[in-house]
């Protein structure tokens, strides 16, 4: 799928609107089915192995105004007009209503388990991304003319990576050069562009962004999570120990968060001191826990 997106204004988003956006994949879905049929299959087995076991006959109940008496239904033991032979359990003998209660609930989730299990099996074994593959079966002069609902990552990725943006102007300060030869301003986001590059998370340095009508912004750097096609803007403090950097900031990250974009969820930050720089296993981490 070769098309040009390439114009671009600020906006809350790199891919324009008209484009998929969303990724397909079952496995999710497929792993918590995964974990249902284990436990169906526990309630099965829990019934092949107990039930013999468990008394025969049923529970029967009459309510006496708050109270309730059990009593043991026998259809082995019927009388002369054919009727279960019914016996009163007594209060000392309650364990024996438990038994056939459950017993009762046992045989109703049996059947209940089997049903949905019949269900689910098949699920398990459908093709994890089925509109990619029928993407991927098409001819390429045919992917060409079509919009898919679904492209796979590698084309997602191709796709986000070609954006081409105007950058925030770099004026006479101090430079520093990544691993891919881009500008940045200090090295501390020199180490987080190469940690990114290392880890293959895509990323864009000083995208401008609208958060604000007529408002533009340049955040350190707007990420995707190619695992859930998600972009996050991370953001570095780097300068909390100067007052007035951390009231300027301090009102930025508000504003961020004014415009939606939460902790955890679609902005991350780290921060370094004039005496504590950042240390790269935090970059790593943050890395690992928001980005893969």
Request: a positive charge.
């Given at each position: 799928?070769?098309?040009?997106?390439?114009?671009?204004?600020?906006?809350?988003?790199?891919?324009?609107?008209?484009?998929?956006?969303?990724?397909?994949?079952?496995?999710?879905?497929?792993?918590?089915?995964?974990?249902?049929?284990?436990?169906?299959?526990?309630?099965?087995?829990?019934?092949?192995?107990?039930?013999?076991?468990?008394?025969?006959?049923?529970?029967?109940?009459?309510?006496?105004?708050?109270?309730?008496?059990?009593?043991?239904?026998?259809?082995?033991?019927?009388?002369?007009?054919?009727?279960?032979?019914?016996?009163?359990?007594?209060?000392?003998?309650?364990?024996?209503?438990?038994?056939?209660?459950?017993?009762?609930?046992?045989?109703?989730?049996?059947?209940?388990?089997?049903?949905?299990?019949?269900?689910?099996?098949?699920?398990?074994?459908?093709?994890?991304?089925?509109?990619?593959?029928?993407?991927?079966?098409?001819?390429?002069?045919?992917?060409?003319?079509?919009?898919?609902?679904?492209?796979?990552?590698?084309?997602?990725?191709?796709?986000?990576?070609?954006?081409?943006?105007?950058?925030?102007?770099?004026?006479?300060?101090?430079?520093?050069?990544?691993?891919?030869?881009?500008?940045?301003?200090?090295?501390?986001?020199?180490?987080?562009?190469?940690?990114?590059?290392?880890?293959?998370?895509p990323y864009k340095y000083e995208y401008p962004m609208?958060?604000?009508?007529?408002?533009?912004?340049?955040?350190?750097?707007?990420?995707?999570?190619?695992?859930?096609?998600?972009?996050?803007?991370?953001?570095?403090?780097?300068?909390?120990?100067?007052?007035?950097?951390?009231?300027?900031?301090?009102?930025?990250?508000?504003?961020?968060?004014?415009?939606?974009?939460?902790?955890?969820?679609?902005?991350?930050?780290?921060?370094?001191?004039?005496?504590?720089?950042?240390?790269?296993?935090?970059?790593?981490?943050?890395?690992?826990?928001?980005?893969?």
């Open positions: 799928m070769k098309k040009n997106y390439n114009k671009h204004t600020p906006k809350e988003s790199v891919i324009p609107n008209q484009t998929v956006i969303v990724k397909e994949s079952l496995e999710p879905i497929q792993s918590l089915i995964k974990e249902r049929i284990l436990f169906l299959e526990r309630i099965v087995q829990d019934y092949e192995s107990s039930f013999q076991h468990m008394p025969d006959g049923s529970l029967g109940v009459i309510k006496h105004g708050n109270r309730y008496q059990y009593y043991w239904k026998q259809p082995n033991h019927a009388s002369s007009d054919n009727l279960p032979k019914r016996t009163y359990i007594k209060n000392s003998e309650i364990s024996l209503a438990s038994s056939l209660a459950q017993k009762s609930y046992l045989k109703q989730a049996y059947s209940l388990a089997k049903k949905e299990l019949k269900l689910l099996y098949p699920l398990v074994d459908l093709d994890k991304a089925p509109l990619v593959s029928l993407y991927h079966s098409l001819p390429e002069f045919r992917q060409k003319l079509i919009t898919p609902y679904a492209i796979p990552d590698n084309e997602f990725i191709d796709l986000w990576n070609n954006i081409s943006y105007h950058k925030h102007d770099m004026y006479d300060e101090t430079l520093f050069i990544t691993n891919r030869n881009e500008r940045v301003r200090s090295k501390i986001e020199v180490n987080i562009a190469n940690m990114l590059d290392k880890y293959n998370v609208s958060l604000v009508k007529g408002e533009t912004i340049y955040p350190d750097f707007l990420c995707l999570n190619v695992r859930t096609r998600k972009e996050i803007i991370w953001e570095h403090f780097g300068m909390m120990d100067d007052i007035g950097y951390l009231r300027k900031n301090y009102a930025k990250l508000q504003s961020y968060q004014l415009h939606g974009y939460m902790l955890g969820k679609n902005l991350i930050t780290t921060f370094e001191t004039s005496k504590q720089p950042l240390d790269s296993r935090i970059i790593k981490a943050t890395i690992e826990t928001y980005l893969m």
